[in-house]
C-alpha cells in the first residue's frame, strides 16, 4: 500500500516540478520567478512528506517545517527587493 | 490509519500537480498566485497530513499540524506582499483576467523604508 502510493506521489510531484521549472525559465518577468521558487518550496515539502511515510522515519516532519519557514522568508525577502527595486515592468 | 495516509498523501500530491498546472498555464502573475498559493498550500499540507496520520502517534501528528498551521498562517501573507510588490512595480493584470487594478497609493513610501 505505502510503496505504491509514495510512487504515485513522487510521481505527480515530479511532474509538478518540470511545470514549475519551464515557468521559472520562461517567465517573463521577475515577479513569476519569485512565485516559482516559492512553489518548489512547496512542492520540496510535499515531497518530504511523502519520503518521511514511505520510510517512517518521520523525523524528517521537523525538516518539511524548517524548509517552509526559509521558504516563507525567502519570499518575503524577494518581495522586499522587488519592491525597492521600482517601476522595471 | 494507513489507507487514510494514502489516500490524503494522494489527493495533496494531486493537489499540488494541479497547483503547478495553474501556474505554467494561467495568463497572468496574479491568477497564477491563486493556484500556487491555496491549491499549493493545500497540496503540501495534506501530503504532511497524511504522512502523520498513517503513523499513529500523538507527538507526530501534533507536529505534521504544527508544519500545516504554519503553512496556512505564512501563504497569504507572502502572497499578498508578491502581489502588492508585482503591483507596484508595474506590472498590468491580463486583459483576459478581467481584474481592474487599484492604483498603488503608497509607491514612495513603500521604496524608502525598504
Known sequence: MIPIV??????LLGLAA???VVRIIRGPTLADRILGLDMLSLLGI???GAFALRTGLYLYLDLAIALALVAFVATIAFARYLISRGRHP | MTIA???LVVVGALFCFLAALGVLRFPDVFTRMHAATKAG???????LLGA???SVDTAIILRALVGLIFLVLTGPVSAHLLARAAL???IVPAVTANI??????????ASQNS
Do not use: H
Not at chain 2, 498550500?41 to 501530503?47: D, E, K, N, Y
Not at chain 2, 481592474?100 to 513610501?109: F, L, M, R
Open chain 2, 88 to 90: 507596484i512595480s508595474g
Open chain 1, 18 to 20: 518540470t511545470m514549475v
Open chain 1, 46 to 48: 510535499g515531497a518530504i
Open chain 2, 41 to 47: 498550500v493545500i497540496g503540501a499540507g495534506l501530503i
Open chain 2, 100 to 109: 481592474t487594478p487599484v492604483p498603488a497609493q503608497n509607491t514612495d513610501s
Open chain 2, 5 to 7: 495516509g494514502g489516500v
Open chain 1, 6 to 11: 509514495t510512487d504515485i506521489a513522487f510521481i
Open chain 2, 52 to 54: 502523520a496520520v498513517a
